[in-house]
């Protein structure tokens, strides 16, 4: 089973900015697709942003759309996900994870295993 760590979570206020990373293990990083969830309490984990296995095509729900950005590098196993201009609305506990391909990262609940994931939280 795939190792995922996510880190760069952390205290910020509300405008400011933070970048997530995501380390793989294994050596087949590069054939999936990867992206970024979060939940916040209370609430179900819901899809924040998906990459592409070469990362030449990316997808964003409407909410963050225009303030974060996915990116990846092959070469490290790793995928990032850069947030600008957060709000409190985006406090949750981040976590990334794989896919067959980038359109089916939208399907939550069909993914079984989740890592530790990385508390993020804005202030007011």
């Known amino acids: 089973q795939v190792q995922l760590v996510e880190s760069g979570g952390g205290l910020v206020q509300a405008g400011g900015s933070l970048r997530l990373s995501c380390a793989a293990s294994?050596?087949?990083?590069?054939?999936?697709?990867m992206g970024w969830f979060r939940q916040a309490p209370g609430k179900e984990r819901e899809f924040v942003a998906a990459i592409s296995r070469s990362g030449g095509n990316t997808d964003y729900p409407d909410s963050v759309k225009g303030r974060f950005t996915i990116s990846r590098d092959n070469a490290k196993n790793t995928v990032y996900l850069q947030m600008n201009s957060l709000k409190p609305v985006d406090t949750a506990v981040y976590y990334c994870?794989?896919?067959?391909?980038?359109?089916?990262?939208?399907?939550?609940?069909?993914?079984?295993?989740w890592g530790q994931g990385t508390q993020v939280t804005v202030s007011s």
């Open positions: 994870n794989r896919g067959l391909n980038i359109i089916t990262m939208r399907q939550v609940k069909g993914f079984k295993y």
């Open positions: 294994g050596r087949s990083f590069s054939s999936y697709a």
